[in-house]
């Protein structure tokens, strides 16, 4: 099946700056990639997510972009903020009947 | 705007007693997700259902744990008996389609 891994496991960056955290995955079929924000104590809440017809895909501060010939995927998070501190979760599907494949989850702390 | 439910939000039981959580999904969604989630072993899926019918609990304890849909209302997923090692917190999504997911807040569980 789909193994999705995701690095740092743990990054933290100063308010104000930039926060990039990749994942890869096995599966060339993969064609969905959303990723998903857990702040502490709710669950996690979808914030992004990209298919394989494009390449970036971009949110007010936040953009994911697509390799799919290397076969991995990134998260930007720029001018960073207190509230944006919580674990990421990215995933990676085939589609169709095939359920989401989830990393192990980033650790972002934002310092002020 | 339309959000998953879950009941308890909180449970503490002594080990061998049953515990049942329960799950409201998104009105006219009709794929249900249970995961759980540890430290060790981050966001683990049990079971999910499609239209009320089963279509996978591989990742499910079966001796223990039982999950079900008697509506296209609420979901349950239940342990009898319970064990410390049960100690996680559960958390049900559901979606249109296999890969769309919308977490509800989670069950913290606690067995002693």
């Known amino acids: 099946g789909e193994n999705v891994e995701q690095h740092p496991s743990t990054l933290s960056v100063q308010e104000g700056d930039s926060a990039v955290i990749k994942c890869t995955y096995s599966d060339s079929a993969s064609n969905y990639f959303p990723w998903y924000k857990q702040e502490l104590g709710k669950g996690p809440q979808l914030i992004i997510d990209i298919r394989s017809n494009v390449g970036e895909k971009k949110d007010q501060r936040i953009a994911v972009t697509l390799n799919k010939t290397a076969k991995h995927f990134s998260l930007h998070i720029t001018e960073t903020q207190p509230e944006d501190s919580a674990v990421y979760f990215c995933a990676a599907s085939k589609g169709g009947n095939n359920r989401l494949a989830f990393g192990k989850g980033n650790q972002v702390v934002v310092i002020p | 705007d339309a959000r998953v439910t879950q009941t308890p939000r909180h449970k503490v039981t002594e080990m061998g007693q049953e515990v049942t959580m329960r799950c409201q999904p998104i009105?006219?969604?009709?794929?249900v997700f249970w995961y759980r989630q540890t430290m060790m072993q981050g966001l683990e899926l049990l079971a999910y259902f499609r239209n009320r019918a089963p279509l996978d609990d591989s990742g499910m304890p079966k001796d223990r744990f039982s999950a079900e849909m008697p509506d296209a209302t609420l979901a349950t997923l239940k342990i009898q008996p319970s064990e410390p090692r049960d100690s996680a917190v559960y958390f049900c999504a559901s979606g249109r389609f296999i890969d769309e997911q919308y977490f509800g807040p989670g069950t913290r569980l606690t067995v002693t």
């Open positions: 009105l006219g969604h009709n794929t």
